[in-house]
């Protein structure tokens, strides 16, 4: 994983009507933690099929005055959506959304993603649709993924983190991240397992309790949940019964026929859940 707290996000805008919501959060973060946002735009030109040599430099300049004017919307939209003292840098780039912000965030290295997502659903797909998730599958970058269910505005502060655990190697990372994004507002840290299959005798909440390091009980309030049931639906009701604003997941990346796959339980909390997800890749 990237550090935490992050001194630089990357947060590519696409100029939907969801993009205010997608920047004031990179904006709380950015002012937060004092980092320094790298605002994207990336798009497909749309070129005539076929042109002469000659109208190569038209086609450019026409082009340009295109990227112009989008740095100049992204530039109105950065002033009025996020703290005067940010520290931020535009950047608007040609080709398909996912290549360049992948490849902008392979040399750019931030140390968090926050973009937005239309959280599309239906049946489940191999390669997910959205930008967002498409993007998640296959950054090894922290990426918060921002929805804003019925113009769901931007909270002024996180308030309420959920941190769903596994026990396995990555936990404890996992709610260390968790603690350091309540200790930007002392929210609430909600700790929670979901036993699939019953649960079993080895399972309760001080073992989860023994999971969660002693200092970060010192700047938040704790709160362990142990449920059984499906995993997915386990965190969502979770989610919503706490008003949570974050929902921090641990997904392994996998190869599958020559593409990045994550697991099915991310999958679905990232399509179906009214919070923000901050999703960890820890490989696999």
């Known amino acids: 994983m990237?550090?935490?707290?992050?001194?630089?996000?990357?947060?590519?805008?696409?100029?939907?009507?969801?993009?205010?919501?997608?920047?004031?959060?990179?904006?709380?973060?950015?002012?937060?933690?004092?980092?320094?946002?790298?605002?994207?735009?990336?798009?497909s030109a749309e070129y005539?099929?076929?042109?002469?040599?000659?109208?190569?430099?038209?086609?450019?300049?026409?082009?340009?005055?295109?990227?112009?004017?989008?740095?100049?919307?992204?530039?109105?939209?950065v002033d009025e959506n996020i703290p005067a003292q940010t520290s931020y840098e535009i950047t608007v780039l040609e080709g398909h959304p996912v290549d360049r912000i992948l490849e902008f965030a392979k040399q750019q290295r931030p140390d968090l993603i926050v973009m937005g997502s239309h959280g599309r659903s239906g049946y489940a797909r191999l390669r997910l649709g959205?930008?967002?998730?498409?993007?998640?599958?296959?950054?090894?970058?922290?990426?918060?993924?921002?929805?804003?269910?019925?113009?769901?505005?931007?909270?002024?502060?996180?308030?309420?983190?959920?941190?769903?655990?596994?026990?396995?190697?990555?936990a404890t990372q996992s709610i260390l991240i968790s603690a350091a994004l309540a200790a930007t507002s002392g929210g609430n840290l909600i700790v929670m397992h979901a036993e699939e299959g019953g649960l079993s005798p080895d399972v309760n909440g001080k073992q989860l309790c023994d999971l969660v390091p002693a200092n970060v009980r010192s700047h938040c309030e704790v709160i362990e949940v142990v449920r059984q049931g499906?995993?997915?639906?386990?965190?969502?009701?979770?989610?919503?019964?706490?008003?949570?604003?974050?929902?921090?997941?641990?997904?392994?990346?996998?190869?599958?026929?020559?593409?990045?796959?994550?697991?099915?339980?991310?999958?679905?909390?990232?399509?179906?859940?009214?919070?923000?997800?901050?999703?960890?890749?820890?490989?696999?």
């Open 2 to 43: 990237s550090q935490f707290p992050p001194k630089t996000i990357l947060c590519p805008l696409d100029l939907s009507s969801s993009s205010p919501i997608v920047l004031r959060w990179a904006g709380m973060l950015a002012s937060a933690y004092d980092a320094r946002l790298q605002i994207l735009h990336a798009e």
């Open 48 to 77: 005539p099929r076929y042109f002469l040599p000659s109208q190569a430099g038209e086609l450019a300049a026409a082009g340009e005055r295109v990227r112009s004017a989008i740095r100049e919307d992204l530039k109105r939209l």
């Open 130 to 170: 959205s930008v967002a998730e498409s993007v998640v599958q296959q950054t090894v970058l922290p990426t918060l993924v921002v929805r804003a269910p019925g113009g769901k505005p931007a909270p002024q502060k996180i308030a309420s983190i959920l941190c769903p655990v596994t026990f396995d190697e990555h």
């Open 230 to 284: 499906s995993a997915a639906e386990q965190i969502l009701l979770a989610a919503r019964e706490h008003d949570a604003d974050v929902i921090v997941l641990t997904a392994k990346h996998r190869r599958f026929l020559d593409l990045s796959v994550i697991g099915n339980t991310t999958e679905k909390v990232m399509r179906h859940a009214d919070s923000a997800v901050l999703v960890l890749p820890v490989g696999g």
